[in-house]
């Protein structure tokens, strides 16, 4: 079960596409019966998850909103397709050319081995995001002395997330498990990785509505996403050299250094430099700049080596 870099894939469907005859033949069948899968939900007068009758899609029919009343293909699990694949189960429901559907929600991800989360979280920052919050999710638990398990830039559907991906999986299996029958299969074998001793980071970017980037706004556009790197706002904090001393740079600026330092760990420096622009007449990259050898240096990844992970991992996909 090892995911893919295309992590999930809606498409807009033109409200007067026609259904194919084999769904518009189960559609008949279902609707009204005790099988029929759509309900009427906020955005849309009905949705439903076709997985039951093969299809791996959730289909929202008739948008609400507007006059159009176009549609919604969601495609489930499309970490695990190839691009060959998505195209095949759009155009099974839709008699449409898919490669001409507007995206309206694409999350693409990196894995990132051996650096955890709270290394993003005091090394990162995202560009022209005002808001940013660390968390762990409900579903899970803070892990020892209660390290970060997400980080979120921005807000969805438009935003930056990257989370501890083991923790994730980690509860995923113990819902699988309680479903099965005995011998389910073991962690690695379902995931690909051991359950402990490995650190793998997700660094994900959620990109939905109006936001999506006109290289990508389109599923046949979709082929070029190796050229396409979803982490550019993303800016990566170097790691300072030895920790200065009073005696190299004296007390004022030592006390300053060892302030932003603290504040820096515990923080994370995206919301340091919020919090410097709204204290300090908006000079956070002056300070930062001027205090850099006070951060924490870390074994950590650089934005080249996190858009390459990425690259190479998209692009298998495709080729697939």
Not at 25 to 54: C, I, M, N, W
Not at 91 to 105: C, P, T
Not at 171 to 194: H, N, T
Request: hydrophobic content about 35%.
């Amino acid at each position: 079960m090892r995911a893919r870099m295309i992590d999930k894939v809606e498409v807009r469907i033109p409200a007067r596409s026609p259904y194919t005859r084999e769904f518009a033949a189960l559609r008949r069948d279902v609707l009204g019966t005790k099988r029929d899968p759509f309900r009427p939900s906020t955005h849309y007068q009905s949705s439903g998850d076709l997985r039951e009758f093969g299809y791996p899609t959730i289909l929202h029919s008739v948008c609400r909103h507007g006059t159009g009343g176009n549609h919604k293909v969601e495609l489930v699990d499309s970490g695990l397709m190839t691009l060959a694949r998505m195209h095949h189960e759009i155009e099974r429901i839709f008699d449409v050319d898919a490669a001409r559907l507007n995206i309206m929600r694409l999350d693409l991800a990196a894995d990132v081995r051996g650096v955890p989360v709270s290394w993003f979280s005091g090394h990162v920052r995202a560009r022209w995001k005002r808001w940013v919050a660390d968390f762990s999710d409900v579903e899970y638990t803070r892990m020892g002395k209660g390290e970060i398990q997400t980080v979120y830039f921005g807000k969805r559907p438009n935003c930056y997330r990257i989370y501890d991906k083991i923790a994730e999986w980690r509860s995923q299996y113990i819902r699988l498990k309680r479903r099965a029958d005995a011998g389910y299969p073991s962690f690695e074998d379902v995931f690909g990785y051991p359950e402990m001793g490995q650190t793998l980071t997700r660094v994900e970017r959620q990109i939905g509505g109006s936001r999506v980037p006109e290289q990508v706004d389109t599923f046949g556009k979709l082929r070029y996403l190796p050229d396409f790197n979803p982490f550019v706002r993303l800016e990566f904090i170097a790691p300072g050299k030895a920790e200065p001393t009073i005696e190299e740079c004296g007390f004022g600026e030592f006390a300053i250094g060892m302030f932003l330092r603290d504040r820096a760990e515990s923080w994370g420096v995206h919301r340091l430099r919020a919090w410097l622009n709204h204290h300090a007449d908006r000079n956070a990259k002056r300070l930062i700049d001027r205090y850099h050898n006070f951060l924490p240096a870390e074994a950590g990844i650089t934005a080249e080596r996190l858009f390459e992970t990425y690259r190479e991992s998209v692009s298998k996909q495709l080729a697939a």
